[in-house]
């Protein structure tokens, strides 16, 4: 990956994938306090907009400096409304995971789908990063349809620790063509 990265990563019709900005911040910080985000990424869940705006920034810097994780805002096309946000995190010395994350009032939409193969898509075409995982419970269907939709194989199954507790855990992976 070259540094810095641009402010817009990639676009589709409805989906823009893009820097984050401040004015985001509110919406990003509602999305953190949803039930949804509550209970499947309890990590993401921020405590005030002060704190929110503060991590929009610190991730802004990563897509600048190649720190990690890189994290790029999910919006809409059309208004450039924020909906979610997609992400690469190093997973071990090797690897890295893709994470994805929209908000209650936007799912059921095909968004996450979208974001999950667009972002796949532009992360895996520079030739550096060969190989994508996604990790996900057993028990989020949604999440599960986005990574296979985007062309992730299911490599395993199991129980492991997760935010505290144990659950069933699939392990996706999709490689550079």
Known sequence: MKFPLPDLLCKNDQLVIR???PADAPLIFAYSQEECTRRE???EVFDSLEETAEIIDGLNQNSKTGEWPIVYCVALSGNDTPI???SLSPIGEEAIEIGYSIGE???GKGYGCQATALFTQWAL?????KKLYGIVK???PA??????KAGYRMTAAEERDCFGSRYLIREYVREAE
Do not use: K, M, Y
């Open 19 to 21: 820097r984050f900005l």
């Open 41 to 43: 990424l309890p990590d």
């Open 84 to 86: 979610g946000h997609v």
């Open 105 to 107: 009032a936007w799912q």
């Open 125 to 129: 075409t520079d030739g550096e990063i």
């Open 138 to 140: 057993e028990s989020n």
């Open 143 to 148: 999440s599960i349809r986005c990574l296979e």
